[in-house]
């Protein structure tokens, strides 16, 4: 299996939704959206995913689950597939990572990492 069969890039943008937090309750709501590239030779197929976010107080959720937003998408090479997604936390800033895990036509699965990206609330951060 060559190295440029499975190359998978992710591009995050994050927004925080103000008219659904609610601070004074330790609730702050931050949609992200997902690009994801297949940049490889191989058509794949997204299966699984797996986030570990982090507030800022370090307390972690982990959210395991098939496909993204209900699907499993099919990715040919040259292609990409895009979603938006949400997640609430308790603090103005956190952090979000994990992976997908994908598989080929022939059926090996691998795992698409999905570098650590901060979540926070504007002017929060210096």
Request: hydrophobic share 30%.
């Amino acid at each position: 299996m060559s190295s440029t069969e499975h190359r998978i890039e992710i591009e995050v943008a994050t927004a925080y939704i103000e008219e659904q937090s609610d601070p004074e309750s330790s609730r702050f709501v931050f949609a992200y959206h997902i690009t994801i590239r297949n940049v490889g030779d191989a058509p794949v197929q997204l299966l699984n995913r797996h986030w570990i976010i982090r507030d800022g107080r370090d307390q972690t959720q982990e959210v395991r689950g098939e496909g993204v937003v209900g699907k499993q998408p099919h990715i040919p090479p040259g292609e990409e597939f895009e979603y938006t997604s949400g997640t609430v936390i308790e603090t103005p800033v956190g952090t979000m990572e994990g992976n997908y895990e994908m598989r080929d036509e022939s059926g090996f699965t691998f795992q698409a990492p999905i570098p650590p990206f901060t979540l926070s609330v504007p002017h929060s951060l210096h």
